[in-house]
């Protein structure tokens, strides 16, 4: 573990993986809860489909990585300038569309989509070079 808390590279991964898991998660079990038949709930409705979402073991899964990310992202904020790890955290764009089209089978309009995530990666990148040290 010493390897892992001295690497804020390896730090902000397993922050934004298991954020980016996080929220597949919370995706896969409102799926399960929701039951508004293509119907948007409002009102009570709205409040008795979020605490049964609670309750739902994929959400639950889901907030839990979430919170362990975050515990992470503490981590990384006494060793790194926000300025820096911040953005990196857009990496994790990248890891929930491609896990969003495999895993949850999600339509992904591919010819915008693959643009888009080509300049997070460029931005990430740089950023990723002063991070590393590099020039």
């Known amino acids: ?14 922050s934004i993986i ?5 929220q ?7 799926r399960i809860v929701s ?3 293509g119907r948007e709930e409002v009102g009570a409705a709205a409040v008795v489909a979020a605490i049964r979402a609670i309750g739902n073991p994929w959400v639950l899964a889901g907030f839990l990585l979430y919170g362990l990310s975050s515990i992470v ?12 790890a911040y953005p990196m955290i857009s990496a994790g764009y990248i890891v929930v569309v ?24 460029v931005g990430v990148t740089l950023i990723g070079l002063g991070l590393s040290g590099g020039r």
Request: proline content about 5%.
């Open 1 to 14: 573990m010493a390897g892992f808390t001295s690497s804020p590279v390896a730090m902000l991964a397993f």
């Open 18 to 22: 298991t954020g980016a898991l996080g």
């Open 24 to 30: 597949i998660l919370l995706k896969w079990g409102m």
């Open 35 to 37: 039951s508004g038949g």
């Open 73 to 84: 992202w503490l981590m990384i904020l006494k060793k790194v300038p926000l300025s820096t």
């Open 98 to 121: 491609l896990l969003s089209a495999l895993v949850l089978r999600e339509q992904v309009r591919w010819g915008i989509t693959v643009p888009g995530l080509f300049l997070i990666s």
